[in-house]
């Protein structure tokens, strides 16, 4: 019912910035809140920042004064701005949706990722 494509990773240098995007294609559903999420090598998938539809935002504390995350409620995209970019940034970012019934979650959605690299 959802189809998420992630886009704008690369390879950044320290202290440089890049943007992501996510668009979200959704088929007969309500989608709630949107939010990328990484996993870098060896480290367990974390949150990095969520934004409902309403635009209520939520922070990884790693990603506060740094990361922007913003939406499009009406087309269902969400981009991530990323600045002052360091090693530790170095992951798979993925984007994330979650689908609502009745007021209440009901599935989730991810994307397949796309790898940020940040490294001089």
């Known amino acids: 019912q959802v189809h998420l494509v992630e886009s704008g990773g690369g390879l950044v240098q320290p202290g440089g910035s890049l943007r992501l995007s996510c668009a979200a294609s959704?088929?007969?559903?309500?989608?709630?809140?949107m939010g990328w999420y990484r996993q870098a090598s060896g480290m367990q998938r974390e949150l990095v920042a969520t934004?409902?539809?309403?635009?209520?935002?939520l922070y990884a504390n790693s990603a506060k004064g740094r990361f922007t995350i913003s939406r499009n409620v009406a087309n269902n995209t969400i981009d991530l701005q990323m600045n002052s970019l360091q090693p530790a940034d170095t992951a798979i970012y993925y984007c994330y949706a979650q689908t609502m019934y009745w007021g209440k979650p009901r599935a989730d959605y991810w994307g397949q990722g796309t790898l940020v690299t940040v490294s001089s």
């Open positions: 934004i409902g539809r309403r635009e209520n935002t």
């Open positions: 959704a088929s007969n559903t309500d989608i709630g809140p």
